[in-house]
């Protein structure tokens, strides 16, 4: 291959990377561990993109049932 080409490749090669650097969406998340009064809890999360709630997972791993005196 001639340098001319090969140059050219490499040329185009380094603006795609720096091109392709560019910065990504972040997501905002939220993590709680509650329950009302004796009742089992269990942990939730959940996700957020440009402010609004697009996506949620919990758990069905109780901790202790009953957080107070009956």
């Known amino acids: 291959m001639c340098q001319k080409t090969?140059?050219?490749i490499y040329c185009f090669l380094i603006i795609g990377l720096f091109a392709?650097?560019?910065?990504k969406d972040?997501?905002?998340?939220?993590a709680a561990w509650s329950a009302p009064?004796?009742?089992g809890c269990s942990?939730?999360?959940?996700?957020?993109?440009?402010?609004k709630s697009i996506a949620g997972?919990?758990?069905?791993?109780?901790?202790?049932?009953?957080?107070g005196t009956t």
């Not at 942990?43 to 402010?51: A, C, H, I, R, S």
């Open 26 to 30: 972040t997501f905002d998340w939220n």
């Open 57 to 67: 997972a919990s758990a069905n791993i109780g901790n202790d049932p009953g957080w």
């Open 20 to 23: 392709s650097c560019q910065p």
């Open 43 to 51: 942990p939730t999360v959940e996700y957020f993109y440009q402010g």
């Open 37 to 39: 009064k004796y009742y």
């Open 6 to 8: 090969s140059f050219f």
